[in-house]
């Protein structure tokens, strides 16, 4: 009885250390200068293109709502506004793209199977890969298979940089120590 439990214990940790792993993986992004590359990208950059006029843009993984990505662009924009001696940037344009990817797990696939005709392999919940041919059955009906699509969000923006106070009447003006101050509290930064 004392081994058994002890398997038991065993294979429990194993379970929640492997949950914890998964879920640590499950983060939005954190604030911090681009990595990776295509759909992998986050994080932010930013290219000057003039003397007070810069691209920024800020790219976030598949965890990392619109909101976040958007408000992490302004925080950048006001950030690079104040390292460069500049008071207030003004929005000159800006975007967000969403970009979608579909998966299925791990998805039907054609084939030619058993002596001629159609045949599909395809992953059923609970039942693992499995097969379907003409003869057999309907694969679509039967089973589950697993589809999702996941979406990422990327803003950029372009800025103009300028000093002193903005006219009241510029609505894509920003005053960038108040942004810093407001949504500051907000961004998470890299842990250390």
Known sequence: MIKHLKGRGTILAAIASGALLVSGC?????????TGKGFYR???SDRQIETDRWLVTFAGNTVTDR?????????????????????????V??????QAQTYSTPGPSFGMGGWWGPSWRYYGRGFGWRAWDPWWGDPFWGDDIDI???????ASAEILMRKGTPARDEVRAFNARDVIDKIGPTVVMPKP
């Open 26 to 34: 499950a983060t939005e992004t954190t604030y911090r200068p681009a």
């Open 42 to 44: 986050t994080g932010y």
């Open 67 to 91: 909101d976040t990505v958007e408000r992490y662009l302004l925080y950048r924009a006001a950030e690079l506004t104040l390292q460069n001696g500049y008071d207030y940037f003004v929005m």
């Open 93 to 98: 344009d800006r975007s967000t793209d969403r």
């Open 148 to 154: 999702r699509t996941v979406d990422r969000y990327e």
